[in-house]
């Protein structure tokens, strides 16, 4: 028996006020994105929280049109994953929560999602302000115009003061010219 642990005294640990002492609190465990089933967001982030985890699934409103009525859908704004904070080492009560199907990562190695990231989205949802979804884009690669008098105009994105220009090249000659879009004419090419 370790000699530390034989010291203790059982009555004084029985007395002793832990009341001081905490868990670590959830604000330091860092962000994971959870892949869940299609459409079980809601489900898996309400069994989340029932046990105990700090979950974020960002939804945002939209209203559709049927033949007799309009209904007013709260849908996730990345459909099929979730993000919540959690004890890598300590995940299985997230796999087994039902719906789930995976925690984001490469291999064996689960990625972290950047605190700074999911604070940039919630900001903008407790801000009111209207956020769809939109495709991943980065400067540098290559977009098609899908809407407007450029359509079917495909060239290479870049991004100048917040202000999103298409570059369109001629090869053989080696030269650019640039124009300004608007983001949401915009649709990456795969």
């Given at each position: 028996?370790?000699?530390?642990?034989?010291?203790?005294?059982?009555?004084?640990?029985?007395?002793?006020?832990?009341s001081?002492?905490t868990p670590?609190?959830?604000?330091l465990?860092?962000?994971?994105?959870?892949?869940?089933?299609s459409?079980?967001?809601?489900?898996?982030?309400?069994?989340?929280h029932?046990?105990?985890?700090?979950?974020?699934?960002?939804?945002?409103?939209?209203?559709?049109?049927?033949?007799?009525?309009?209904?007013?859908?709260?849908?996730?704004?990345?459909?099929?994953?979730?993000?919540?904070?959690?004890?890598?080492?300590?995940?299985?009560?997230?796999?087994?929560?039902?719906?789930?199907?995976?925690?984001?990562?490469?291999?064996?190695?689960?990625?972290?999602?950047?605190?700074?990231?999911?604070?940039?989205?919630?900001?903008?949802?407790?801000?009111?302000?209207?956020?769809?979804?939109?495709?991943?884009?980065?400067?540098?690669?290559?977009?098609?115009?899908?809407?407007?008098?450029?359509?079917?105009?495909?060239?290479?994105?870049?991004?100048?003061?917040?202000?999103?220009?298409?570059?369109?090249?001629?090869?053989?000659?080696?030269?650019?010219?640039?124009v300004?879009?608007?983001?949401?004419?915009?649709?990456?090419?795969?």
């Amino acid at each position: 028996m370790d000699p530390a642990i034989s010291q203790l005294d059982p009555a004084a640990v029985a007395e002793a006020d832990f009341s001081s002492v905490t868990p670590a609190p959830d604000a330091l465990l860092p962000w994971y994105a959870v892949r869940v089933r299609s459409n079980f967001e809601k489900k898996v982030a309400a069994s989340l929280h029932a046990r105990g985890f700090e979950e974020f699934t960002p939804l945002y409103h939209q209203s559709n049109k049927w033949s007799d009525r309009v209904a007013n859908l709260e849908i996730p704004l990345f459909p099929g994953y979730l993000f919540c904070r959690l004890d890598i080492s300590k995940r299985l009560p997230v796999l087994a929560a039902p719906g789930v199907v995976s925690i984001v990562g490469f291999g064996p190695q689960f990625i972290t999602v950047p605190d700074s990231e999911i604070e940039s989205i919630r900001s903008a949802l407790d801000s009111g302000a209207l956020l769809l979804p939109h495709p991943y884009l980065r400067a540098g690669q290559r977009i098609r115009i899908a809407k407007g008098a450029m359509t079917g105009v495909e060239g290479i994105l870049l991004n100048v003061r917040d202000d999103y220009r298409l570059v369109l090249s001629i090869n053989i000659l080696m030269r650019s010219v640039s124009v300004q879009i608007d983001r949401d004419w915009i649709t990456p090419i795969s």
